[in-house]
């Protein structure tokens, strides 16, 4: 396996924030992670990047203990957190230029770096977009740059907390092909957190469905869809009939499908009491 999390816990004081979370995941690998909110998503993405400690357990990335962040792990954020004064093409190779980079580097290495932010411009449609600024660039451009950044120093396993939640539709769509073209290209294992259903389903070779209070997993699903994926392929039975099931089983370990049935019967007391 990749990555290892082996009956691992969190505690945030008195507050269980994982509770036996134990998941393998394998090289190359698209997983998706989706449930109600504070089942704990971030918490375990933010685990496996090394910004968090776990309190109990075992983290593994080929066998190996995380113990902080790492050169095999890099993580995209909502927020795309570009430096506003670089420009674009500064902003991608960023991470080439800190001291634990740039420490014994040959003349051959800056230029096969200074190749490698090329290629992802052009990976990523920014070219054109490189002597930018990111107060320049729309939502799903600077998210681009986010990525081909994160990109940057060929990391093995790309980390994702809702990197398109903030995006319309119709972006979301051309980014949701982009991070598959990307994942095709890049053989880059990804672990990626989304409150999107549809988005897991689309993007997922596995959906991995977690409950709140106190966090963890409540269960696993395959996803009955082949490796290229397609827009059409939202429309497809198999496709509706997982997503119903997600949802389904989303409310009712939110506990948010005895809300709604609470709210029914309320209703229908209200229209007894006052009949039209």
Not at 24 to 35: K, P, Q, S, Y
Not at 99 to 126: K, P, Y
Not at 132 to 149: D, E, H, K, T, W
Request: glycine letters at 8%.
């Amino acid at each position: 396996m990749k990555i290892e999390c082996k009956n691992v816990w969190k505690y945030f004081g008195q507050t269980t924030a994982l509770q036996d979370v134990s998941l393998g995941i394998a090289d190359n690998e698209f997983i998706t992670l989706v449930g109600a909110s504070g089942c704990g998503k971030s918490t375990l993405l933010r685990t496996l990047a090394g910004l968090e400690t776990h309190s109990k357990g075992d983290v593994l990335v080929e066998g190996k203990a995380i113990t902080g962040p790492g050169q095999d792990r890099a993580m995209v954020f909502q927020h795309y957190s570009l430096y506003p004064w670089l420009r674009v093409s500064e902003n991608i190779r960023f991470c080439r230029q800190l001291g634990a980079q740039t420490h014994n580097r040959s003349s051959a290495d800056v230029e096969a770096a200074s190749g490698r932010a090329d290629a992802l411009l052009r990976l990523m449609g920014l070219t054109a977009s490189a002597q930018a600024y990111p107060n320049q660039l729309s939502g799903g451009m600077q998210q681009r740059v986010a990525i081909a950044r994160a990109l940057m120093g060929k990391p093995q396993i790309l980390l994702m907390d809702e990197p398109f939640g903030a995006l319309d539709a119709q972006t979301r769509e051309v980014m949701h092909d982009l991070i598959l073209h990307v994942h095709r290209l890049e053989r880059t294992t990804i672990v990626f957190v989304t409150h999107d259903v549809e988005e897991a389903i689309y993007l997922g070779h596995r959906v991995v469905l977690m409950a709140p209070r106190p966090g963890r997993i409540d269960s696993i699903y395959d996803v009955p869809l082949p490796a290229r994926r397609e827009q059409d392929m939202k429309l497809a039975p198999e496709f509706l009939r997982l997503k119903r099931q997600l949802l389904d089983r989303i409310r009712e370990t939110s506990g948010m499908k005895t809300d709604l049935d609470q709210l029914q019967r309320l209703t229908q007391v209200a229209e007894e009491r006052n009949p039209v």
